[in-house]
Protein backbone atom coordinates (compact mmCIF):
# COMPACT_ATOMS: atom_id res chain seq x y z
CA UNK A 1 0.00 0.00 0.00
CA UNK A 2 1.19 3.60 -0.74
CA UNK A 3 -0.24 6.75 0.81
CA UNK A 4 0.38 9.50 -1.70
CA UNK A 5 1.50 13.06 0.09
CA UNK A 6 1.90 16.43 -0.91
CA UNK A 7 6.07 16.55 -1.31
CA UNK A 8 6.15 19.93 0.45
CA UNK A 9 4.23 18.34 3.60
CA UNK A 10 5.27 19.43 6.96
CA UNK A 11 7.58 16.60 8.45
CA UNK A 12 5.17 16.78 11.59
CA UNK A 13 2.70 15.47 9.10
CA UNK A 14 4.94 12.85 7.34
CA UNK A 15 6.10 11.72 10.75
CA UNK A 16 2.33 11.33 12.04
CA UNK A 17 1.73 8.52 9.08
CA UNK A 18 5.09 6.97 9.48
CA UNK A 19 4.39 6.61 13.10
CA UNK A 20 1.37 4.98 12.79
CA UNK A 21 2.23 2.80 10.19
CA UNK A 22 4.79 1.14 12.25
CA UNK A 23 2.05 1.11 15.20
CA UNK A 24 0.32 -1.57 13.12
CA UNK A 25 3.82 -3.95 13.12
CA UNK A 26 4.55 -2.51 9.43
CA UNK A 27 7.84 -0.33 7.74
CA UNK A 28 7.02 2.74 6.42
CA UNK A 29 9.56 3.48 3.53
CA UNK A 30 9.33 6.98 2.56
CA UNK A 31 9.91 7.57 -1.47
CA UNK A 32 10.18 10.74 -2.48
CA UNK A 33 9.17 11.24 -6.33
CA UNK A 34 9.34 14.71 -8.49
CA UNK A 35 6.05 16.15 -7.63
CA UNK A 36 4.64 13.57 -4.90
CA UNK A 37 5.87 12.12 -1.62
CA UNK A 38 5.18 8.27 -1.24
CA UNK A 39 5.35 6.22 1.65
CA UNK A 40 5.46 3.10 1.52
CA UNK A 41 3.82 -0.03 3.35
CA UNK A 42 5.20 -3.11 3.48
CA UNK A 43 4.32 -6.21 5.85
CA UNK A 44 1.46 -7.40 7.18
CA UNK A 45 -1.26 -5.35 5.66
CA UNK A 46 -4.45 -6.99 6.98
CA UNK A 47 -5.16 -4.04 10.18
CA UNK A 48 -3.96 -1.52 8.32
CA UNK A 49 -7.13 0.68 7.90
CA UNK A 50 -7.27 2.45 4.92
CA UNK A 51 -9.95 4.93 5.44
CA UNK A 52 -7.65 6.31 8.87
CA UNK A 53 -4.90 7.30 6.74
CA UNK A 54 -7.01 9.10 4.15
CA UNK A 55 -8.09 11.65 7.33
CA UNK A 56 -4.63 12.12 8.41
CA UNK A 57 -3.09 15.37 7.26
CA UNK A 58 -1.08 16.01 4.32
CA UNK A 59 -2.56 12.46 3.02
CA UNK A 60 -4.02 13.23 -0.40
CA UNK A 61 -4.76 9.33 -1.47
CA UNK A 62 -4.14 5.85 -0.71
CA UNK A 63 -3.32 3.42 -3.48
CA UNK A 64 -3.51 -0.30 -3.42
CA UNK A 65 0.01 -2.15 -5.15
CA UNK A 66 -1.05 -4.52 -7.21
CA UNK A 67 2.06 -6.05 -8.32
CA UNK A 68 4.03 -8.64 -6.28
CA UNK A 69 6.50 -6.88 -6.03
CA UNK A 70 6.20 -2.96 -4.40
CA UNK A 71 8.56 -0.61 -3.44
CA UNK A 72 10.83 -1.62 -6.65
CA UNK A 73 7.60 -1.33 -8.48
CA UNK A 74 6.78 1.87 -11.00
CA UNK A 75 3.06 1.67 -8.97
CA UNK A 76 5.28 2.85 -5.90
CA UNK A 77 7.39 5.47 -7.61
CA UNK A 78 6.82 7.02 -11.16
CA UNK A 79 10.37 8.89 -11.32
CA UNK A 80 13.54 6.54 -12.53
CA UNK A 81 15.59 5.87 -9.53
CA UNK A 82 18.52 7.78 -9.71
CA UNK A 83 22.02 7.09 -8.77
CA UNK A 84 24.27 9.48 -8.01
CA UNK A 85 28.27 8.26 -7.37
CA UNK A 86 29.72 11.76 -7.47
CA UNK A 87 31.04 12.58 -11.30
CA UNK A 88 28.63 9.97 -12.59
CA UNK A 89 24.90 8.97 -12.61
CA UNK A 90 23.06 5.83 -13.25
CA UNK A 91 19.37 5.62 -14.30
CA UNK A 92 19.05 9.03 -16.01
CA UNK A 93 20.42 10.34 -19.26
CA UNK A 94 23.89 9.30 -18.81
CA UNK A 95 24.96 5.64 -19.91
CA UNK A 96 27.09 4.18 -17.02
CA UNK A 97 29.45 1.59 -18.62
CA UNK A 98 31.27 -0.57 -15.88
CA UNK A 99 34.58 -2.38 -17.93
CA UNK A 100 37.19 -4.76 -16.52
CA UNK A 101 38.30 -7.99 -16.34
CA UNK A 102 36.29 -11.26 -14.93
CA UNK A 103 38.59 -11.72 -12.52
CA UNK A 104 41.56 -10.26 -10.66
CA UNK A 105 44.56 -12.23 -11.40
CA UNK A 106 47.47 -9.88 -10.21
CA UNK A 107 48.70 -6.72 -8.71
CA UNK A 108 50.27 -6.19 -12.46
CA UNK A 109 47.34 -7.35 -14.35
CA UNK A 110 45.12 -5.41 -12.62
CA UNK A 111 46.86 -2.04 -12.25
CA UNK A 112 47.59 -2.77 -15.76
CA UNK A 113 43.94 -2.83 -17.30
CA UNK A 114 42.55 -0.02 -14.96
CA UNK A 115 45.38 2.21 -16.18
CA UNK A 116 44.29 0.88 -20.15
CA UNK A 117 40.60 1.78 -19.24
CA UNK A 118 41.22 5.07 -17.36
CA UNK A 119 43.01 6.27 -20.35
CA UNK A 120 39.63 5.89 -22.29
CA UNK A 121 37.20 7.55 -19.67
CA UNK A 122 35.80 4.38 -17.81
CA UNK A 123 34.88 5.34 -14.19
CA UNK A 124 33.81 1.90 -12.81
CA UNK A 125 36.43 -0.81 -13.18
CA UNK A 126 35.14 -4.40 -12.50
CA UNK A 127 36.76 -7.52 -11.32
CA UNK A 128 35.96 -10.24 -8.93
CA UNK A 129 37.92 -11.30 -6.03
CA UNK A 130 35.58 -13.99 -4.78
CA UNK A 131 34.73 -15.95 -8.06
CA UNK A 132 31.57 -18.07 -8.28
CA UNK A 133 33.08 -21.34 -10.53
CA UNK A 134 31.32 -24.37 -11.22
CA UNK A 135 34.14 -26.44 -10.81
CA UNK A 136 35.83 -26.62 -7.50
CA UNK A 137 39.61 -27.07 -9.49
CA UNK A 138 38.63 -23.89 -11.43
CA UNK A 139 40.62 -20.48 -10.25
CA UNK A 140 38.39 -19.10 -7.40
CA UNK A 141 39.71 -15.78 -7.58
CA UNK A 142 42.63 -13.97 -5.36
CA UNK A 143 40.08 -13.45 -2.50
CA UNK A 144 41.36 -10.69 -0.07
CA UNK A 145 44.74 -10.19 -1.92
CA UNK A 146 42.20 -9.31 -4.77
CA UNK A 147 40.76 -7.10 -2.57
CA UNK A 148 43.78 -5.57 -1.60
CA UNK A 149 44.75 -4.62 -4.91
CA UNK A 150 41.22 -3.01 -5.99
CA UNK A 151 41.25 -1.10 -3.07
CA UNK A 152 45.13 -0.05 -4.25
CA UNK A 153 44.06 0.76 -7.74
CA UNK A 154 40.96 3.11 -6.38
CA UNK A 155 43.31 4.89 -4.45
CA UNK A 156 45.79 5.40 -6.80
CA UNK A 157 43.94 5.80 -9.91
CA UNK A 158 40.67 7.05 -8.69
CA UNK A 159 38.62 4.21 -10.25
CA UNK A 160 35.27 3.59 -8.89
CA UNK A 161 35.31 -0.72 -8.20
CA UNK A 162 32.18 -3.08 -8.70
CA UNK A 163 33.03 -6.51 -7.73
CA UNK A 164 30.97 -9.57 -6.42
CA UNK A 165 30.02 -10.18 -2.92
CA UNK A 166 29.69 -14.32 -2.78
CA UNK A 167 28.27 -15.05 0.48
CA UNK A 168 27.47 -13.40 4.06
CA UNK A 169 30.63 -13.71 6.19
CA UNK A 170 32.70 -11.59 3.01
CA UNK A 171 29.58 -9.24 2.79
CA UNK A 172 31.31 -6.21 4.86
CA UNK A 173 34.75 -6.71 3.73
CA UNK A 174 33.83 -6.86 0.26
CA UNK A 175 31.61 -3.70 0.84
CA UNK A 176 34.60 -1.77 2.33
CA UNK A 177 36.28 -1.47 -0.50
CA UNK A 178 34.00 -2.03 -3.51
CA UNK A 179 31.59 1.07 -4.78
CA UNK A 180 28.92 -1.14 -6.12
CA UNK A 181 28.19 -4.57 -4.49
CA UNK A 182 27.86 -7.14 -7.21
CA UNK A 183 25.42 -10.27 -6.40
CA UNK A 184 25.74 -12.85 -9.04
CA UNK A 185 23.28 -14.60 -10.81
CA UNK A 186 23.89 -17.91 -8.71
CA UNK A 187 23.34 -15.67 -5.58
CA UNK A 188 20.23 -14.19 -7.29
CA UNK A 189 18.09 -15.80 -4.86
CA UNK A 190 20.47 -16.16 -1.54
CA UNK A 191 17.70 -14.48 -0.12
CA UNK A 192 19.69 -13.94 3.40
CA UNK A 193 22.61 -12.28 1.54
CA UNK A 194 19.97 -10.17 -0.11
CA UNK A 195 18.49 -9.04 2.73
CA UNK A 196 22.27 -8.36 4.67
CA UNK A 197 23.36 -6.06 1.24
CA UNK A 198 20.21 -4.53 1.81
CA UNK A 199 21.18 -3.29 5.61
CA UNK A 200 24.16 -1.39 3.92
CA UNK A 201 24.04 1.53 2.78
CA UNK A 202 26.28 0.60 -0.83
CA UNK A 203 24.20 0.82 -4.36
CA UNK A 204 23.79 -2.95 -5.10
CA UNK A 205 24.06 -4.20 -8.42
CA UNK A 206 22.05 -7.79 -8.37
CA UNK A 207 22.22 -9.63 -11.42
CA UNK A 208 19.58 -12.27 -12.96
CA UNK A 209 19.58 -16.00 -12.47
CA UNK A 210 20.34 -18.28 -14.68
CA UNK A 211 16.89 -19.45 -14.79
CA UNK A 212 15.16 -16.58 -13.30
CA UNK A 213 12.00 -15.02 -14.41
CA UNK A 214 11.54 -11.15 -14.38
CA UNK A 215 9.38 -11.38 -12.02
CA UNK A 216 11.83 -12.86 -9.86
CA UNK A 217 14.52 -10.43 -10.59
CA UNK A 218 12.60 -7.98 -9.09
CA UNK A 219 11.35 -9.77 -6.00
CA UNK A 220 14.47 -10.37 -5.35
CA UNK A 221 15.41 -6.81 -5.80
CA UNK A 222 12.54 -6.54 -3.23
CA UNK A 223 14.29 -8.54 -0.51
CA UNK A 224 17.17 -5.49 -0.66
CA UNK A 225 14.72 -2.84 -0.81
CA UNK A 226 12.27 -3.80 1.95
CA UNK A 227 15.84 -3.92 4.21
CA UNK A 228 15.54 0.09 3.20
CA UNK A 229 18.47 0.37 0.69
CA UNK A 230 16.79 1.29 -2.39
CA UNK A 231 20.02 2.26 -4.53
CA UNK A 232 19.92 -1.06 -6.57
CA UNK A 233 20.88 -1.59 -10.45
CA UNK A 234 19.71 -4.55 -12.09
CA UNK A 235 21.01 -6.54 -15.18
CA UNK A 236 20.19 -8.98 -17.30
CA UNK A 237 23.17 -10.98 -18.19
CA UNK A 238 21.53 -14.03 -20.11
CA UNK A 239 19.23 -16.88 -19.46
CA UNK A 240 19.20 -20.62 -20.20
CA UNK A 241 17.65 -21.63 -23.15
CA UNK A 242 17.84 -24.82 -25.44
CA UNK A 243 20.33 -22.99 -27.27
CA UNK A 244 23.69 -23.99 -27.30
CA UNK A 245 25.15 -21.69 -29.99
CA UNK A 246 26.04 -19.21 -27.48
CA UNK A 247 26.80 -20.09 -23.73
CA UNK A 248 23.21 -18.27 -22.67
CA UNK A 249 20.24 -16.36 -24.11
CA UNK A 250 20.74 -12.38 -23.85
CA UNK A 251 17.02 -11.80 -22.95
CA UNK A 252 16.92 -7.99 -24.46
CA UNK A 253 13.01 -7.87 -24.08
CA UNK A 254 13.90 -7.94 -20.55
CA UNK A 255 14.87 -4.43 -20.48
CA UNK A 256 11.67 -2.96 -21.89
CA UNK A 257 9.84 -5.02 -19.69
CA UNK A 258 11.37 -3.99 -16.20
CA UNK A 259 11.67 0.01 -17.38
CA UNK A 260 7.81 -0.45 -17.85
CA UNK A 261 7.77 -2.35 -14.37
CA UNK A 262 10.21 -0.83 -12.22
CA UNK A 263 12.04 2.72 -11.46
CA UNK A 264 14.99 1.17 -10.92
CA UNK A 265 18.22 1.20 -13.17
CA UNK A 266 18.65 -1.23 -15.56
CA UNK A 267 22.32 -2.47 -17.57
CA UNK A 268 22.80 -5.04 -19.65
CA UNK A 269 25.75 -7.68 -19.00
CA UNK A 270 26.54 -9.17 -22.81
CA UNK A 271 29.82 -10.77 -21.91
CA UNK A 272 28.26 -13.75 -20.13
CA UNK A 273 24.75 -13.34 -22.24
CA UNK A 274 26.95 -14.34 -25.05
CA UNK A 275 29.86 -15.66 -23.94
CA UNK A 276 31.89 -15.43 -27.10
CA UNK A 277 33.78 -12.49 -27.52
CA UNK A 278 33.18 -11.14 -31.01
CA UNK A 279 29.39 -11.15 -30.63
CA UNK A 280 29.77 -9.04 -27.87
CA UNK A 281 30.26 -5.72 -29.68
CA UNK A 282 27.07 -6.44 -31.44
CA UNK A 283 24.50 -7.39 -28.02
CA UNK A 284 25.96 -4.28 -26.49
CA UNK A 285 24.75 -1.81 -29.21
CA UNK A 286 21.50 -3.50 -29.11
CA UNK A 287 20.99 -3.56 -25.70
CA UNK A 288 21.62 0.47 -25.24
CA UNK A 289 18.97 0.57 -28.51
CA UNK A 290 16.78 -1.47 -26.22
CA UNK A 291 17.02 1.49 -22.91
CA UNK A 292 19.44 -0.09 -21.21
CA UNK A 293 21.32 2.46 -18.59
CA UNK A 294 24.55 1.35 -18.53
CA UNK A 295 26.26 -1.73 -20.12
CA UNK A 296 29.18 -3.97 -17.39
CA UNK A 297 31.72 -5.62 -20.05
CA UNK A 298 34.86 -8.25 -19.64
CA UNK A 299 37.45 -6.33 -20.97
CA UNK A 300 41.11 -7.99 -20.25
CA UNK A 301 44.61 -6.88 -21.99
CA UNK A 302 45.49 -10.36 -23.27
CA UNK A 303 42.25 -12.39 -23.23
CA UNK A 304 43.85 -15.57 -24.37
CA UNK A 305 45.79 -15.88 -21.04
CA UNK A 306 42.87 -14.69 -18.51
CA UNK A 307 42.28 -17.26 -16.06
CA UNK A 308 38.87 -17.12 -16.23
CA UNK A 309 36.20 -16.00 -18.89
CA UNK A 310 39.29 -15.13 -21.57
CA UNK A 311 36.64 -16.53 -24.35
CA UNK A 312 33.99 -13.73 -23.45
CA UNK A 313 36.49 -10.91 -22.99
CA UNK A 314 37.51 -8.18 -25.25
CA UNK A 315 40.61 -6.44 -25.94
CA UNK A 316 41.04 -2.78 -25.30
CA UNK A 317 41.23 -1.87 -29.35
CA UNK A 318 38.08 -3.86 -29.61
CA UNK A 319 36.03 -2.44 -26.39
CA UNK A 320 37.53 1.25 -27.59
CA UNK A 321 36.19 0.77 -31.01
CA UNK A 322 33.32 -0.03 -29.38
CA UNK A 323 32.89 2.97 -26.96
CA UNK A 324 32.97 5.07 -30.14
CA UNK A 325 30.35 3.06 -31.58
CA UNK A 326 27.75 3.36 -28.47
CA UNK A 327 28.43 7.04 -28.26
CA UNK A 328 26.94 7.68 -31.57
CA UNK A 329 24.32 5.22 -31.35
CA UNK A 330 23.28 6.46 -27.60
CA UNK A 331 22.06 9.95 -28.53
CA UNK A 332 19.17 7.97 -31.02
CA UNK A 333 17.62 6.40 -27.54
CA UNK A 334 18.01 9.61 -25.25
CA UNK A 335 20.98 8.70 -23.39
CA UNK A 336 24.67 10.24 -23.95
CA UNK A 337 28.12 8.33 -22.79
CA UNK A 338 30.20 10.77 -21.01
CA UNK A 339 33.95 9.13 -21.48
CA UNK A 340 35.70 12.55 -19.87
C1 LIG B 1 30.86 -12.15 -13.39
O1 LIG B 1 30.36 -11.02 -13.53
O2 LIG B 1 32.06 -12.40 -13.60
C2 LIG B 1 29.94 -13.27 -13.07
C3 LIG B 1 30.38 -14.36 -12.47
O3 LIG B 1 28.69 -13.03 -13.49
P1 LIG B 1 27.33 -13.90 -13.31
O4 LIG B 1 27.04 -13.89 -11.85
O5 LIG B 1 26.35 -13.13 -14.13
O6 LIG B 1 27.59 -15.26 -13.87
MN1 LIG C 1 33.13 -13.53 -15.73
Redesign the pocket.
Known amino acids: MLIMMDLNSPRADIEAVKKRVVSFGCTAHEIPGAIKLAIGITGPMEAINKDEFLLMKSVEDVVRVTKKFKLVSREMKNDNTIIDFGGAKIGGNELLIIAGP?AVESREQIFEIAGILKEMGIKFL?A?AY??RSSPYSFQGLKEKGLEYLADVKKELGLKIVT?ALNSSTLNQVAEVTDII?I???NMQNFSLLEEAGKLNKPVLL?RGLSATVEELLLSAEYIASQKNYNIILCE?GIRTFETATRNTLDLNAVPVIKKNSHLPVIV?PS?GVGINDKVPPMALASVAAGADGL?I?VHQNPKEALS?GYQSLDPKTFKNLLTKIKELAPIVDKELNLK
Request: glycine share 12%; aromatic share 0%.
Open positions: CRGKPEQGARKRDHIED
